[in-house]
Nanobody, 121 residues
Framework: QVQLVESGGGLVQAGGSLTLSCSAS????????MAWYRQAPGKQRELVAE???????NYAVSVKGRFTISRDNAKHTVFLQMNSLKPEDTAVYYC???????????????WGQGTQVTVSS
């Protein structure tokens, strides 16, 4: 089993920055990808960014160029640096880990409890 703990959420004004972190613990041997998802009220949970063990990344079009995902493999921690925040970024952000199988398919082994990010206009 894998446990994930997120931190770093908060309230910021539009144009501001925020950094989220997620620490993983437990059985991590099969994990090769870490990601951030978000869910706004009344909307589906969506992928924000993900990063594989090899360093390759994938971003949602809506955040590309503004957000940066990174990881500390030794500490099993993933970060999300969010710049130029917009009110549309307001959501609960969830950490996720899994194992990449092929393009368009991977496992979802665990989810964090989420951290609230609120961007005021």
């Amino acid at each position: 089993q894998v446990q994930l703990v997120e931190s770093g959420g908060g309230l910021v004004q539009a144009g501001g920055s925020l950094t989220l972190s997620c620490s993983a613990s437990g059985s991590l041997s099969s994990i090769n990808i870490m990601a951030w998802y978000r869910q706004a009220p009344g909307k589906q949970r969506e992928l924000v960014a993900e990063i594989r063990d090899g360093g390759s990344t994938n971003y949602a079009v809506s955040v590309k160029g503004r957000f940066t995902i990174s990881r500390d493999n030794a500490k099993h921690t993933v970060f999300l640096q969010m710049n130029s925040l917009k009110p549309e970024d307001t959501a609960v952000y969830y950490c996720n880990v899994g194992r990449w199988i092929s393009t368009g398919f991977r496992t979802n082994n665990a989810w964090g409890q989420g951290t609230q990010v609120t961007v005021s206009s």
